[in-house]
């Protein structure tokens, strides 16, 4: 009976580390999709928070755009196109030669001796400015 019954104690010792085994694998599996799980939530929070980086992100570069926008805007009405001083002494010069043309045409029908136009000195009100290239 001895025998039985070590037989017995034997197979049911391989029975018990049998069912431990399995439930060895078993509590491995579930480890290991703890882990799983675990990564995968921490990946949804690096990914949640690098959107919300992009969209702040985004947001800033749509803001800069619009201040360069009116920066742009601004600089284009403060740049009055008004023409150089060489054009302005060139009109002046114009304007004299026409008037002298015009004053002798009418002396010449009046029989008046013609009349004769000196520029002396050009002054001018518009102060320099520097322009920024």
């Known amino acids: ?3 039985e ?3 017995l104690d034997m197979n049911n010792l391989l029975e018990v580390v049998s069912e431990l085994q399995q439930e060895v694998r078993l509590i491995k599996d ?3 999709k703890l882990k799983m799980k675990t ?3 921490k990946l949804h929070v ?3 928070n690098t ?3 992009f969209g702040n992100i985004k947001k800033d570069i ?3 755009k619009q201040d360069i926008e009116q920066i742009k805007q601004s600089q284009t009405k403060n740049v009055s196109r008004r023409p150089s001083e060489y ?3 060139q009109k002046m010069l114009q304007s004299a030669q026409q008037t002298e043309a015009t004053i002798n045409s009418m002396n010449s029908t009046n029989k008046l001796p013609p009349a004769k136009v000196e520029i002396t000195s050009i002054h001018s009100s518009n102060k320099r400015q520097k322009r920024n290239r």
């Open 39 to 41: 990564l995968i939530d």
């Open 5 to 7: 019954n070590h037989e």
């Open 30 to 32: 579930e480890i290991e």
């Open 62 to 64: 749509d803001t800069q």
């Open 51 to 53: 959107e919300e980086q």
């Open 46 to 48: 690096f990914i949640e």
């Open 1 to 3: 009976m001895s025998e």
């Open 87 to 89: 054009r302005q002494l």
